[in-house]
């Protein structure tokens, strides 16, 4: 075989051990699961070239169809779930949703947007919004993820102070030991008056839970956030504003675009927005402990 092509296939190889590193597997049941998942995507594609119903509709890109793509999580499958155009999921057309309808960003004056761990939907979304400067950066190189223009330690974010207009932080410090060194970080690079959405999965528990190290079942998160998360924000220098507007949509909108129904929480800083929380809490959060770490 000429190198030429023997490097090449190295190269592919290499690419389908990360892929299948995505998928956590360790038990004959993570296989099984996986074949599942794997059926399932096919299942939907095959329906939805035989006959198009537009039922659901992705905020993100416009795209419609009959159901979106499944998402495989350690040990489940979350049905229609991903966007099969853009990839955005249930969390990412939400938050871009929001974006737009509390906060107008497509028509805002031109903004720097620093995009952490950037997610494919979102980020086509931004760059297609007129006005923006989009900068978008992570530590890892997943093989499944979006673009980035630099690989940065949220902890150590290599920016000047105030430089940005908006931050999108979704779903990151869950990954991150030190959580309070990263906040501290987004705070130094948020303009005074901008404002940041730092998204995490908080679970219905008093206090945050550490783990020490990363748990491989729980998608290698560091920790369980409860509802302690705000104090951390509001100790990092932040104004909190905790938003349910997931809760006010109408179900029909819920439906239709497969949204999770889960609290915004919108952070800000400078002498107009001092250190605190704005609104609270819903009585009941969406994700519900199951056991105890």
């Keep these: ?26 038990t004959p049941r993570d296989f099984m699961i996986v074949t599942q998942f794997l059926g399932l995507t096919l299942w939907e594609t095959v329906k939805l070239r035989l006959r198009n119903r537009r039922t659901v509709t992705c905020s993100c ?33 939400l938050v871009w949703r929001y974006l737009c309808e509390r906060w107008e960003l497509g028509g805002l004056p031109p903004a720097r947007v620093l995009h952490v761990s950037p997610e494919r939907g979102i980020q086509a979304a931004l760059k297609a919004s007129p006005g923006v400067r989009y900068v978008a950066v992570d530590l890892t190189a997943d093989p499944l993820a979006a673009a980035t223009d630099a690989r940065m ?8 102070d105030q430089v940005f207009d908006v931050i999108i932080c979704n779903h990151v410090l869950e990954h991150i030991p030190d959580d309070r060194r990263a906040m501290a970080e987004l705070r130094r690079v948020l303009k005074d008056g901008g404002y940041a959405i730092v998204m995490v999965p908080i679970m219905d528990i008093p206090q945050t839970v550490e783990y020490g190290r990363a748990d491989p079942r729980e998608w290698d998160h560091v920790r369980r956030y409860g509802r302690d998360y705000l104090l951390r924000l509001v100790e990092a220098g932040f104004q909190v504003t905790v938003d349910n507007y997931a809760y006010e949509l109408p179900d029909a909108v819920v439906t239709r675009e497969a949204l999770y129904r889960e609290p915004i929480f919108v952070v800000r800083k400078g002498p107009q927005h001092l250190p605190g929380v704005v609104g609270a809490l819903p009585d009941r959060l969406p994700w519900q402990p199951t056991d105890e770490k």
């Design 61 to 93: 890109c416009g795209w419609t169809g009959n159901v979106f793509w499944p998402v495989y999580w350690v040990e489940q499958i979350e049905r229609n779930a991903r966007c099969p155009r853009c990839y955005a999921e249930q969390r990412h057309r």
């Design 153 to 160: 330690d949220i902890t150590a974010l290599a920016f000047a």
């Design 1 to 26: 075989m000429p190198i030429g092509r023997w490097r090449g296939l190295r190269q592919k190889i290499r690419r389908a051990r990360k892929v299948l590193s995505y998928f956590h597997l360790q």
